[in-house]
């Protein structure tokens, strides 16, 4: 089984640096033209199906990359869906840090379901398409959670997820493992992840 979970296409939201969360903001022209570079480069390799986050602009980006591919789009799944801010959502992120210094912001999701909500959903979509390579279309903070899940890091040590960016996981021996993060090869991310953290599922 093999997964590319792609980070959907730019909002105003994104454009104007304001949390988003579930706010469900539609893509802008920006974005749309970058879901369309991206099924570009993914045109390299074979793909089954895509699927998605039931949010407006995830599901907007797996249309125009699947129509793009020639790639069915198929179900939405719960469990992509971006991770809650509550109160902070459409806040400007340069003033999260004067208002909720320690981002505890009112309703928010905590940041330990994250990672494995978003194992879940990997694990729903490899019983629905099992044996397939499939395009998953999600949010920044799930696809960090769950690499983070995966690999046994924390997820502050990721790098930063750019719009329209995939990054590649793979079910083999048992395990799901971290093959690249935003298009860059794993192994030459992992010595800026720190040390795993005791108790985290580990890829190795």
């Given at each position: 089984m093999h997964i590319?979970?792609?980070?959907?296409?730019?909002t105003d939201w994104n454009l104007q640096g304001r949390m988003q969360g579930r706010s469900d903001?539609?893509?802008n022209e920006t974005g749309r033209e970058q879901a369309r570079v991206a099924a570009s480069a993914l045109s390299s390799e074979p793909?089954?199906?895509?699927?998605?986050?039931?949010?407006?602009?995830?599901?907007?980006t797996a249309q125009l990359i699947g129509s793009?591919?020639?790639?069915?789009?198929?179900?939405?799944?719960?469990e992509l869906i971006e991770q809650e801010f509550g109160e902070a959502e459409g806040v400007l992120v340069a003033d999260l840090d004067a208002r909720w210094p320690d981002r505890d912001f009112a309703g928010k999701e905590p940041d330990e379901r994250v990672g494995p909500r978003g194992i879940r959903a990997l694990?729903?979509?490899?019983v629905d398409l099992p044996d397939s390579r499939?395009?998953?279309?999600?949010?920044a903070m799930?696809?960090?959670?769950?690499?983070?899940?995966?690999?046994?890091?924390a997820e502050r040590r990721y790098p930063k997820l750019e719009n329209a960016s995939s990054s590649h996981v793979r079910f083999t021996d048992a395990s799901w493992r971290v093959i690249t993060v935003g298009g860059v090869d794993f192994a030459d991310v992992l010595p800026g992840?720190?040390?795993?953290?005791?108790?985290?599922?580990?890829?190795?």
């Open positions: 590319a979970l792609i980070r959907h296409g730019q903001i539609p893509l793909w089954d199906a895509i699927v998605s986050s039931p949010l407006v602009r995830a599901r907007e793009a591919l020639g790639v069915p789009l198929a179900a939405t799944y719960d694990e729903r979509i490899s499939v395009l998953v279309v999600t949010h799930v696809i960090r959670h769950t690499l983070a899940a995966i690999s046994g890091h992840l720190g040390d795993p953290i005791t108790g985290m599922r580990l890829a190795s």
